[in-house]
C-alpha cells in the first residue's frame, strides 16, 4: 500500500491537497498543511494595524470580532473584512491601512493560533467583522451596539390594544 507522503519533491501547484475542504467549516483558501500567499480583494479585504492599536481594537469588538491574523516579527496584525465593502478614500484611521486589490496577505493554516510567526488571532469561521465597527475600535472608541431592525409586524404589535368599558 503506497504511502502518500509530503516531501519538498511535492507539486505546490495543486492547492486543493493543501487548502481547506468544504467539511473543514473553513473557506477553501485557507491552507491545510503550510502558510500560502493569498491575494487581497478577492477573497477578503484586509485593514494592516500596529500590533499596539489593533490589540486594543480587538478586545473592544470581542466577540464581534471576524478573521484577525498577527505577526510577532513584524507587529503587525491584519482584520480580514468581507470583499468590496471598503474603499482607499473611505479609510481614514491614522496608523492603519486598507491593503490595495492585488497585495499578497501570508494565511496560515487553521491550527496555527500561536507562535512567533503569522497566526490566527480569531479564525475565518467567525464571521465577518463590520467596517464601521473596526473603524470605531481601532480610533479607541466602542462600537455603537447592533440594534436588529424592527420588522413592520412588530411594531404594529406593540400599539395599545383599546379596552372595553366595564
Given at each position: ?15 486543493t491537497?493543501y ?15 503550510q ?16 500590533v499596539t ?6 478586545q ?5 470580532s ?17 470583499p ?66 424592527r ?6 404589535d ?9
Amino acid at each position: 500500500m503506497p504511502v502518500e507522503t509530503y516531501g519538498w519533491d511535492d507539486d505546490l501547484t495543486d492547492l486543493t491537497r493543501y487548502s481547506a475542504q468544504p467539511h473543514d467549516g473553513l473557506p477553501f483558501w485557507v491552507p491545510r498543511i503550510q502558510t500560502q500567499q493569498v491575494r487581497c480583494g478577492e477573497h477578503f479585504e484586509a485593514i494592516r494595524a500596529p500590533v499596539t492599536e489593533a490589540e486594543r481594537a480587538h478586545q473592544i469588538l470581542g466577540s464581534h470580532s471576524g478573521p484577525v491574523l498577527a505577526n510577532f516579527y513584524t507587529k503587525i496584525w491584519y482584520f480580514l473584512l468581507e470583499p468590496g465593502l471598503v474603499t482607499p478614500q473611505a479609510w481614514t484611521v491614522r496608523g492603519t491601512r486598507l491593503m490595495r486589490a492585488g497585495a499578497l496577505i501570508a494565511i496560515p493554516p487553521a491550527s496555527i493560533t500561536y507562535g512567533r510567526d503569522v497566526r490566527w488571532v480569531v479564525l475565518p469561521e467567525q464571521g465577518h467583522t463590520d467596517p464601521h465597527a473596526l473603524q470605531q475600535a481601532l480610533e479607541g472608541h466602542a462600537p455603537a451596539p447592533v440594534t436588529p431592525r424592527r420588522s413592520r409586524r412588530s411594531r404594529t404589535d406593540t400599539r395599545p390594544t383599546p379596552t372595553s368599558p366595564c
